[in-house]
Structure formats: C-alpha cells, structure tokens
C-alpha cells in the first residue's frame, strides 16, 4: 500500500488521479490532498477518500471546510491553510507518492520539496520545471527521489526510451542510447485552422474548447497559443537531458500519437493511445508495472486521419518565444512562463486580447532575459519582477483601449 499525497486534487489531473486510485482501493491511500480553495469539492472528496490532512491555501476557505467536516463527524481530518502546509503535505514521512498537479509556478516549492525528501514524483506541474531547470535536476540528482513525467508528450517519450535512460531521468545522456532527436507531437489547438485575421476576436469560451482533451483553463489557453508545447519543449530539455535542436514539434491533430523517440538506425518508436490523461497517470503510479486506467483501449478501425505537419511560428508566436528562451537561458525562460500566466490570466478575465498574450509575454521575456539565476531564491525573485511588469503591460494595454 503507497501514501499518496495529491497537490491540486480539485483540478482535471486531481480529477483523473483520484479516478485511478478509485480503481485500486488495494494499492494506493489517499494521505493527504490539497487545493486553492475549493470547498464544496473538497467536501465531497473528503468524504470519499477520507485523507488524514487536507490543505486549503486560502484561509478562509480552509476555515469553512473544517467547519463543514465537523458537522459531518469527520472532525479526525485535519485542515491546514498557506503555502507552507503544502510544502509540508509534500514532505511528510509517511507519504510515498506525490502528484504535483499545481497549475503555475506555485507548484513549485512545495514539488521541489517533495523530490528533497526523496518521494516519488509524478509531475503534471511543468512550469515548476520551466521556472527553475538545472536547480530542480540538481535537486532530483542529490536525492534519492524518483521523478516520473505525467505530461502526455513527455511520458509518451519516457516509454518510448530504454530502461537506462528512464533510470536516469535528467542525466542520462542520449546519444549513449543511439537516440537521435525527440519528437514533440501537438494538436495546435482549437486555431489551426483559423484564419488569422480572426485572432483578435478570439474569446476564452472558444479558447478553452480544446477539440482533443478536457484540462483546466489556463493549460487550455496555452495549447491554443501553444505556449503549452513552448513549455513542455523546456520542460523536456531538462527531463531528457536533451540540447534544443534534439527536439523537434511535430504537428499532430489527432493527439493519437503523444509522442515519439527516433532512433540513430532509422527506427521511430511512438506511444499511441485515446487522449484520456488517466494513461499517463496509470502509467507513472504503477512504473514499472502496468495497472488498469479505466481508459478505453484504442480502436484503429474507427480511427480517421493520422495527419503530420510542422508548426507556424506566425500563427502561434509563443511557441517560438518559448524555443527562444529555451535557447537563451533560465532567466528568459523563469520570465516567460510567469508573463504568460498573468497574460493568460488577463485574457481570461477579458482584459486583453487573444493576440495581446504573446506581446506581453515578449515584452517580459526580453526585459529579464539576462537576469542570473543560480539557487532558488533568484527564481522566487525574478518570477514576483516578471509578474509585476506583466501587470504593468497589462495596465498599458487597458488604457490604451479606454
Ligand atoms: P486545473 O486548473 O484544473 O487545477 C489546478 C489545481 O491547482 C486545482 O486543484 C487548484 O485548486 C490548484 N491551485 C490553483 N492555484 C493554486 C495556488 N496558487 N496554490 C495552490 N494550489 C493552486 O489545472 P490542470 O489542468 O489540472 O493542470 C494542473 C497542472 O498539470 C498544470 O501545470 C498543467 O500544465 C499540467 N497538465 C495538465 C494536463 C491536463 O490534461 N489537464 C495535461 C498535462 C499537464
Ligand atoms: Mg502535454
């Protein structure tokens, strides 16, 4: 039986792990979750999984849960509020396994402190890895954590390596295994089709309907900018190890295939399978073994196309501002990703256009692209500077529509 500790459980990857642990009440326990602070479904999951300690961020909201536990007689579980508590959810000794299923660079300390104290984690949360690269590597290197990859792409390519390369995650250097370069498949989004004179009228309803996968909202204005596959182009240089011109995007509307490793003797090995994140999830909580998702199984029968093409930097800007950055250095990349989830974020709230993302995020980026990061406090730092010249454009761009 594995402890397990779910960062985010209120969220779609929250959703999708607690749906595989629901299958095997055998395998793993539910130890402790956390969230921002949703009450009512951290009520219900309270009541389902009974952890021993559950994380509300938000004080109040934690405040209310616990009132609402106690009158239901589960007053034996314990409510925390604040960032330190997740730190210490993550690092707690009687927890084997953590999800890290933050959305944003908040997951990031308490991810890093799960993998200090050597757990296994199964990480969702990639812009932990985007925001802090070597220092996070270094981290897993000086423990003896276990880091498997959730992102679909990035645990497609896990599967497809040898068992050397999966031992050595983050070390491990490619060419000792004849790989010859990485390939990164995307959708491109609800917009790739669109003509782009249509970009600016773009709304966060059209944003979120994402054709293929059920996310949360921010990750889904990503995959329609593609910032999202900019992300996971950072997150799987440092996951593998790997130089920038190892990584191909690779187009792929379908998301059948979810990502492939090409092999120095002309062998190409792909992942497939139905666009459901309880695969990767499965497949990460299990490793190496193999335990039932709940996932139907694929149907190449009733499959239409399987199209390939190559990525637009006109139509999706942010995906080459994310490949610049991955090419320039930590401080461009810690301040890409925190622009671009106040940009996000701005949109969503309808502050600014579909097409006033990249300029935000581009303006931040080149502002910070030179800043030094060398320990953790130069990330939590950049990242607070970022954030507020993002603000800042946000503000600009408001008053230039008034
Ligand atoms: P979501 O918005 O559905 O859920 C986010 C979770 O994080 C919620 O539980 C929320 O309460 C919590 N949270 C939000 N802000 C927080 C904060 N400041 N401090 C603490 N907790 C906070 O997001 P999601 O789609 O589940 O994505 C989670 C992570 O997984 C993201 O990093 C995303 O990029 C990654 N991911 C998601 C998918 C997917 O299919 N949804 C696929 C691959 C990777
Ligand atoms: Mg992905």
């Not at 959730?150 to 497609?156: G, L, Q, T």
């Not at 060419?175 to 600016?200: A, H, M, V, W, Y």
């Not at 030094?372 to 954030?387: E, K, M, P, W």
Request: hydrophobic share 40%; with cysteine.
């Amino acid at each position: 039986m594995q402890n397990l500790c779910v960062l985010g459980a209120t969220g779609s990857i929250g959703d999708s792990t607690l749906d595989v642990v629901r299958r095997h009440p055998d395998k793993y326990n539910v130890r402790s979750l956390s969230a921002y602070s949703s009450v009512a479904k951290m009520l219900t999951l309270c009541q389902e999984f009974l952890p021993d300690i559950v994380v509300l961020v938000k004080p109040d909201a934690a405040k209310a849960l616990k009132r609402q536990l106690d009158a239901l007689s589960l007053e034996h579980i314990v409510v925390h509020s604040g960032e330190q508590a997740l730190i210490d959810i993550a690092s707690c000794d009687k927890t084997q396994v953590v999800m890290s299923a933050i959305v944003g660079a908040s997951g990031l300390l308490p991810t890093l402190a799960a993998v200090k104290h050597d757990k296994r984690v199964l990480l969702a949360n990639k812009e932990a890895l985007v925001t802090s690269g070597q220092i996070f590597i270094d981290a897993l290197k000086n423990s003896k954590a276990e880091l498997l990859p959730i992102d679909s792409e990035h645990n497609a390519i896990f599967q497809c390596l040898p068992e050397y390369q999966q031992r050595h995650i983050g070390q491990a250097r490619i060419e000792d295994s004849g790989i010859s370069k990485i390939l990164l498949t995307g959708s491109g989004g609800p917009f790739r089709t669109t003509p782009l004179e249509q970009f600016d009228d773009i709304t966060p309803a059209q944003a979120c309907a994402h054709p293929n996968w059920d996310m949360g909202r921010k990750i889904s204005v990503d995959s329609a900018t593609m910032m999202n596959k900019g992300l996971e182009f950072i997150e799987a240089k440092w996951l593998f190890n790997l130089q920038p011109d190892d990584i191909q995007v690779v187009l792929h509307p379908q998301s059948t295939i979810h990502s492939m490793v090409q092999y120095k003797d002309g062998s190409v090995i792909a992942q497939m399978g139905n666009p459901d994140m309880r695969t990767p999830i499965a497949h990460a909580m299990a490793f190496p073994d193999r335990i039932e998702s709940g996932v139907e199984p694929f149907d190449f029968f009733s499959c239409k196309n399987f199209e390939f093409g190559q990525a637009d930097f006109a139509r999706y800007p942010n995906l080459k501002l994310a490949i610049d950055a991955c090419r320039s250095g930590q401080g461009a990349c810690t301040a890409l990703n925190a622009a671009n989830e106040i940009s996000v974020d701005a949109f969503l709230n309808e502050k600014i256009k579909f097409t006033d993302i990249s300029k935000v995020n581009e303006h931040v980026m080149q502002k910070f692209m030179d800043v030094d990061i060398t320990c953790i406090d130069d990330v939590v730092a950049l990242d607070r500077q970022a954030r507020d010249a993002a603000h800042q454009w946000v503000s600009k761009l408001l008053e230039q529509k008034a």
